[in-house]
């Protein structure tokens, strides 16, 4: 039983919303941060970037202190507003290629501590009290868990129905996404979503889980009885077959002192290598990897394909058992120096200048896992390895928030 709560969101104003919203402040590069504070001060990363100049010189608590200060600048300037009363809200994305429509609420921080909300990648601690003691001293969060649920023909038909009608907030952006935003507070129409998702057995988590484990310690902290806010989790709920999984292709800067020849002849022991010479290759199917060294691609297709696990058969692991563990000596994939991950929304071109350019030696490129290889490694409490997946739609801060 998944449970679902309506929240009293904070939101830009209507005529400000587009200046507001912003991405995740770890996408943009320092250049294109320091414009952006520099030409528009309605931008939510004032928000989230107070102290900009000197930030790294700023204890933790102080810097965190600092960011809820910032947002009740916002709010007493009314740039963000909070909403009457509880509502649940509908989100459509439309990206060059893609669209995407989902639910935003609360869901229950003790479903996720209970496995109903199920997980399919580890947590780094330190990331997590970071992100703890954010949401402690900031008092809010903007970035919602991104959750699928299953395909269900009942919600995909109410969500068509409220969207016919005219949206709340209509807005694009300079990477040229539109997105919607639709406010449903009708109490009986809330319960009724509410009884559809206690028929729903779990709801996995597709990216966000440094969130959610943050939110399990935050809740954990709460000695204030009255505050039920800590007790849930800003959540964006989307059906599984709206979900769009990129892999993430692996940059190698050495080959741990092989040659060439060496190195690929190790290959063929677990791999079937065929040269595409300059002609680019990209794998389409499962237990197949392209590989760019030295001017050439190259497709590997592995040669034993019996598994003892859900998880040994996934690709992530079979190049890291195959080939950088017992070949390169890449041990730790999140903190080795040698490795670096490249999302597959990027071009293979860019794979492919990057070692052209010597910055790296040799890359591989993988075919991305889909949404039943998560739920099977979630069902089973088993994690991925580290940068298995990289998961759209990424959702704008600003846009909705949650107060803690």
Known sequence: M???????????????????????????????LAA?????????????????????????????????????????????????????????????????????????????????????????AFRVRLLKEYMKYSEFNTEPVLMSYPDNKTIENWIFNCTQKLADFEFSTTKKETHYL???????????LQNIFKKTDHLYIADGHHRCEAAKLLAEENDDP??????????????????????????????????????????????????YDDHPFKPANKHEFGMYLDHQFYSLTLKNKHFDSILNALDTQILYDKVLLPILNIVDLRN??????????????DLKQKIDDEEFEVGFILFPSDINE???????????????????????????????
Not at 4 to 32: G, M, W
Not at 336 to 349: A, H, M, T
């Open 2 to 32: 998944a449970t679902i709560v309506p929240f009293q969101a904070v939101r830009p104003t209507r005529d400000k919303v587009c200046l507001v919203t912003c991405r995740s402040y770890d996408e943009y590069v320092n250049a294109e």
């Open 36 to 124: 952006q504070l520099d030409f528009n001060p309605l931008s939510f990363l004032h928000v989230l970037k107070p102290a900009f100049v000197n930030q790294q010189s700023i204890a933790y608590e102080k810097r965190y202190r600092q960011v809820h200060q910032k947002y009740q600048d916002f709010k007493n300037e009314v740039i963000l507003v909070k909403d009457d009363k509880p509502a649940i809200y509908i989100h459509k994305i439309i990206t060059k290629t893609e669209s995407y429509t989902g639910i935003i609420v609360g869901t229950s921080v003790e479903e996720y501590r209970n496995n109903i909300i199920r997980k399919h990648e580890d947590t780094i």
């Open 182 to 192: 639709w406010k449903i507070d009708d109490q009986l129409e809330i319960n009724w």
């Open 226 to 275: 009255n505050n039920k806010a800590k007790d849930y989790l800003l959540s964006y709920l989307i059906s599984e077959n709206n979900v769009k999984i990129y892999e993430f292709n692996r940059l190698i800067k050495d080959l741990n002192g092989l040659s060439k020849e060496a190195f690929i002849k190790k290959l063929a022991d677990d791999f079937i290598i065929k040269s």
């Open 336 to 349: 080795d120096e040698r490795i670096e991950y490249v999302s597959g929304k990027q071009s293979l071109q």
């Open 374 to 404: 998560i739920k099977a490694l979630a069902d089973n409490d088993l994690i991925m390895p580290p940068k298995s997946t990289y998961i759209e739609p990424k959702f704008r801060s600003g846009l909705v928030i949650y107060e803690l």
